[in-house]
């Protein structure tokens, strides 16, 4: 049975495409406004929408002082037709415009430090690029040393630009806290059992290598250790994905997070901290979140070679004009022209627009986009790996066949056994009580009830002697049983209890975690996409080879040990193959974060949530292929706008660097604010008809 907390999908973990942070303060890199934290008690969410706020603040504030800027520029009353002029004015213009360029400007100026710092400019670099050259030579032509001012470009740049993040940024809100939730997951506290006998409860950080700790029912087990008294069985699907809880006995293992089961256990400490199990799943998901590459989203790839273009086009400008025997301010004039206008206003507004509307779209579809980048990049998809337990199949077991033995009536056989087993906790009497619910059968009160530890229950339910066993128990009394059907059931990894009524045999019946109706069609849907579809499970390879045979499924890897998970996901990225991950549990993190795209399933731990780029809210295999298709369409959508951005640029450059100046043409900066404001409108139009698929 798997446990999993169903409050874990909150839109609040949605991590920020533009920054991840880990454990170690490390920051990763996506593109985008900057933020420098050291790691320590912050909230990340809070940190983050005041990060959202001061991009609001900046981008209010900014334009409130662009309106004066705009009325005190000389090229927007030329255009207007209007005149303002009084001693002082370009003073004020200059005094206005230094505010805009250094507040609205500076987190766009400390970004593209970061971005030079890793030799990978991109959207920020663009920007600081038009605006420092806009901002230096408009400076200059207020004291004389120029002609033209572009301080209103300068400013509604900035203000757009501003506009642009602030959207996007609010369409994505959130922060990844995957090693902080792993955390949570280990006990704080355990019950040592000190030399006299007696229980204490004292931190697990305290714990040492041969200390004893009872760990009761129901508990999470504190450390990685041995059992040397008691036996229970423990749920470990959270950490391994096995989906039966494993009986253990004495000298047998047990693993720090596990669930314990109905028997109280003592338990000889084996490994603390560090070499804890959960200790080295932490490590994976921090050395992976580290190495996850610094893909940079579509507008920033687009923006990189803008500012590649922007330099060349710039010297090449100044360099021609010269050559051919103009003054350097002239030749000065139409390079800080082309510079200017390479970096084009929609160009902030293309993409941000886009995942604006992507990201609500995917909401209402149950899909929270975590990770831009990764989630762009889902529309390359060659191969999806499922987790078994609790992905494909439900994580709980349910009744697939009932072989009745000795003529008895099936649905009496079923009220027996089922008023037994509803004494019990275990998943597999869950299984067989929800099959007579199912039925309408009702259940009685028995009036005896014995647990029988590692071979089943006994009692007396309607005056008769019920059991119901394990096939131990089976064969240790000599009981006859139809052993060609057991065999065939067995084989397909399902689970057999034995029923007998007044100790003679009277049914057999079969559980197996049930495989959910919707895995089949999100299967089909990849075979018709030609996307391979691999299973890679912790669980035997009998249930798993049972599981790809009812589904039809491409590829399966089984009995695949929680910390080779994510090795097997980088043998399959090593076939040249981009791959996703779907999982939900503990062990299926360090896969998530190694996958190109991580998809944690809602009803899954928080730590896959946190490790996960994109989660389904409604723990639906079919939702995979809707993120496939919404990366697509958003893809699209998202070339198109590029295209009208940076198509004004294709036309703008060449003009503004003089390229028609023989036939008496050079576009006017008036000129260009048209073509940019109207490149701007359509971007804005064609992102708001974007409605998904």
Same mark, same amino acid.
């Given at each position: 049975?798997?446990?999993?907390?169903?409050?874990?999908?909150?839109?609040?973990?949605?991590?920020?495409?533009?920054?991840?942070?880990?454990?170690?303060?490390?920051?990763?890199?996506?593109?985008?406004?900057?933020?420098?934290?050291?790691?320590?008690?912050?909230?990340?969410?809070?940190?983050?929408?005041?990060?959202?706020?001061?991009?609001?603040?900046?981008?209010?504030?900014?334009?409130?002082?662009?309106?004066?800027?705009?009325?005190?520029?000389?090229?927007?009353?030329?255009?207007?037709?209007?005149?303002?002029?009084?001693?002082?004015?370009?003073?004020?213009?200059?005094?206005?415009?230094?505010?805009?360029?250094?507040?609205?400007?500076?987190?766009?100026?400390?970004?593209?430090?970061?971005?030079?710092?890793?030799?990978?400019?991109?959207?920020?670099?663009?920007?600081?690029?038009?605006?420092?050259?806009?901002?230096?030579?408009?400076?200059?032509?207020?004291?004389?040393?120029?002609?033209?001012?572009?301080?209103?470009?300068?400013?509604?740049?900035?203000?757009?630009?501003?506009?642009?993040?602030?959207?996007?940024?609010?369409?994505?809100?959130?922060?990844?806290?995957?090693?902080?939730?792993?955390?949570?997951?280990?006990?704080?506290?355990?019950?040592?059992?000190?030399?006299?006998?007696?229980?204490?409860?004292?931190?697990?950080?305290?714990?040492?290598?041969?200390?004893?700790?009872?760990?009761?029912?129901?508990?999470?087990?504190?450390?990685?250790?041995?059992?040397?008294?008691?036996?229970?069985?423990?749920?470990?699907?959270?950490?391994?994905?096995?989906?039966?809880?494993?009986?253990?006995?004495?000298?047998?293992?047990?693993?720090?997070?596990?669930?314990?089961?109905?028997?109280?256990?003592?338990?000889?400490?084996?490994?603390?901290?560090?070499?804890?199990?959960?200790?080295?799943?932490?490590?994976?998901?921090?050395?992976?979140?580290?190495?996850?590459?610094?893909?940079?989203?579509?507008?920033?790839?687009?923006?990189?070679?803008?500012?590649?273009?922007?330099?060349?086009?710039?010297?090449?400008?100044?360099?021609?004009?010269?050559?051919?025997?103009?003054?350097?301010?002239?030749?000065?004039?139409?390079?800080?022209?082309?510079?200017?206008?390479?970096?084009?206003?929609?160009?902030?507004?293309?993409?941000?627009?886009?995942?604006?509307?992507?990201?609500?779209?995917?909401?209402?579809?149950?899909?929270?986009?975590?990770?831009?980048?990764?989630?762009?990049?889902?529309?390359?998809?060659?191969?999806?790996?499922?987790?078994?337990?609790?992905?494909?199949?439900?994580?709980?077991?349910?009744?697939?066949?009932?072989?009745?033995?000795?003529?008895?009536?099936?649905?009496?056989?079923?009220?027996?056994?089922?008023?037994?087993?509803?004494?019990?906790?275990?998943?597999?009497?869950?299984?067989?009580?929800?099959?007579?619910?199912?039925?309408?059968?009702?259940?009685?009160?028995?009036?005896?009830?014995?647990?029988?530890?590692?071979?089943?229950?006994?009692?007396?339910?309607?005056?008769?002697?019920?059991?119901?066993?394990?096939?131990?128990?089976?064969?240790?009394?000599?009981?006859?049983? &139809?052993? +060609?059907?057991?065999?065939?059931?067995? =084989?397909?990894? $399902? /689970?057999?209890?034995?029923?007998? %009524?007044? *100790?003679?045999?009277?049914?057999?019946?079969?559980?197996?975690?049930?495989?959910?109706?919707?895995?089949?069609?999100?299967?089909?849907?990849?075979?018709?996409?030609?996307?391979?579809?691999?299973?890679?499970?912790?669980?035997?390879?009998?249930?798993?080879?049972?599981?790809?045979?009812?589904?039809?499924?491409?590829?399966?890897?089984?009995?695949?040990?929680?910390?080779?998970?994510?090795?097997?996901?980088?043998?399959?990225?090593?076939?040249?193959?981009?791959?996703?991950?779907?999982?939900?549990?503990?062990?299926?993190?360090?896969?998530?974060?190694?996958?190109?795209?991580?998809?944690?399933?809602?009803?899954?731990?928080?730590?896959?949530?946190?490790?996960?780029?994109?989660?389904?809210?409604?723990? &639906?295999? +079919?939702?995979?292929?809707?993120?496939? =298709?919404?990366? $697509? /369409?958003?893809?699209?959508?998202? %070339?198109? *706008?590029?295209?009208?951005?940076?198509?004004?640029?294709?036309?703008?450059?060449?003009?503004?660097?003089?390229?028609?100046?023989?036939?008496?043409?050079?576009?006017?900066?008036?000129?260009?604010?048209?073509?940019?404001?109207?490149?701007?409108?359509?971007?804005?139009?064609?992102?708001?008809?974007?409605?998904?698929?």
């Amino acid at each position: 049975m798997k446990h999993s907390k169903g409050h874990s999908h909150h839109s609040t973990h949605g991590k920020d495409h533009e920054n991840t942070y880990h454990q170690d303060g490390h920051h990763e890199k996506h593109g985008g406004y900057q933020e420098h934290e050291s790691h320590g008690g912050h909230d990340h969410h809070d940190h983050h929408a005041h990060m959202v706020e001061d991009f609001k603040k900046r981008f209010y504030i900014s334009l409130g002082v662009t309106v004066p800027i705009l009325i005190l520029s000389p090229i927007i009353q030329e255009f207007f037709n209007f005149h303002i002029d009084f001693t002082g004015d370009m003073f004020i213009l200059f005094l206005l415009s230094t505010f805009v360029f250094f507040y609205g400007g500076w987190p766009f100026l400390t970004g593209m430090v970061d971005e030079v710092k890793v030799k990978n400019p991109g959207m920020m670099t663009l920007i600081a690029l038009a605006i420092v050259v806009a901002y230096g030579f408009s400076s200059l032509a207020v004291f004389g040393l120029a002609e033209k001012n572009f301080f209103w470009e300068l400013a509604t740049l900035i203000d757009i630009m501003l506009l642009g993040h602030w959207i996007e940024m609010k369409s994505v809100m959130g922060a990844s806290r995957a090693l902080e939730e792993l955390v949570k997951l280990m006990p704080s506290e355990a019950h040592l059992i000190n030399d006299k006998g007696e229980t204490e409860d004292v931190p697990v950080a305290d714990l040492k290598q041969g200390n004893q700790v009872l760990v009761k029912p129901g508990e999470k087990v504190p450390v990685d250790g041995i059992i040397v008294k008691g036996h229970s069985s423990i749920d470990e699907s959270m950490l391994t994905g096995e989906s039966v809880p494993v009986e253990k006995n004495i000298d047998e293992g047990v693993i720090a997070g596990s669930i314990n089961g109905e028997g109280s256990i003592t338990v000889k400490v084996d490994k603390t901290g560090n070499e804890s199990y959960l200790s080295q799943v932490v490590n994976m998901v921090k050395e992976a979140q580290e190495s996850k590459s610094r893909t940079q989203d579509l507008s920033n790839r687009a923006a990189k070679w803008l500012f590649y273009v922007a330099l060349a086009a710039g010297f090449s400008t100044l360099t021609i004009w010269l050559l051919i025997g103009y003054e350097f301010s002239y030749a000065l004039e139409r390079m800080v022209t082309v510079m200017v206008i390479a970096c084009p206003h929609a160009l902030g507004l293309a993409a941000p627009l886009v995942v604006a509307r992507s990201t609500a779209i995917s909401a209402k579809k149950g899909l929270l986009i975590r990770n831009r980048a990764s989630f762009e990049g889902a529309k390359n998809l060659e191969a999806i790996v499922f987790d078994k337990t609790g992905t494909l199949t439900e994580g709980k077991f349910g009744v697939t066949d009932i072989i009745m033995e000795n003529d008895h009536d099936e649905t009496e056989v079923l009220q027996l056994i089922a008023s037994l087993e509803n004494q019990s906790e275990h998943p597999i009497a869950h299984g067989i009580v929800e099959e007579a619910k199912k039925r309408e059968i009702s259940l009685k009160s028995p009036e005896e009830f014995e647990y029988m530890t590692g071979k089943g229950l006994v009692g007396k339910v309607d005056g008769k002697e019920v059991s119901g066993v394990s096939p131990g128990y089976v064969k240790e009394n000599n009981l006859t049983y &139809n052993t +060609e059907k057991f065999e065939q059931m067995s =084989e397909e990894g $399902k /689970t057999v209890i034995f029923v007998l %009524i007044e *100790n003679k045999l009277a049914a057999m019946i079969a559980l197996a975690d049930q495989i959910r109706d919707s895995a089949k069609r999100a299967i089909d849907k990849l075979k018709e996409m030609d996307i391979r579809s691999i299973m890679l499970t912790g669980d035997n390879h009998k249930v798993a080879q049972w599981v790809a045979k009812q589904i039809n499924l491409d590829e399966v890897y089984a009995e695949v040990l929680p910390d080779q998970k994510a090795d097997k996901i980088k043998e399959i990225k090593g076939k040249n193959l981009k791959v996703a991950m779907t999982g939900d549990g503990v062990n299926d993190a360090p896969a998530l974060a190694n996958a190109d795209l991580g998809i944690a399933i809602g009803a899954g731990t928080d730590v896959a949530m946190e490790t996960a780029d994109v989660i389904l809210v409604k723990s &639906n295999p +079919e939702d995979v292929v809707s993120i496939i =298709e919404l990366s $697509k /369409t958003t893809y699209r959508k998202m %070339i198109q *706008n590029l295209w009208w951005a940076t198509g004004y640029n294709i036309i703008a450059i060449p003009l503004a660097a003089g390229i028609l100046y023989p036939i008496g043409i050079v576009l006017s900066p008036a000129v260009g604010a048209v073509l940019m404001s109207l490149s701007t409108v359509v971007v804005a139009i064609n992102a708001q008809l974007f409605k998904g698929n």
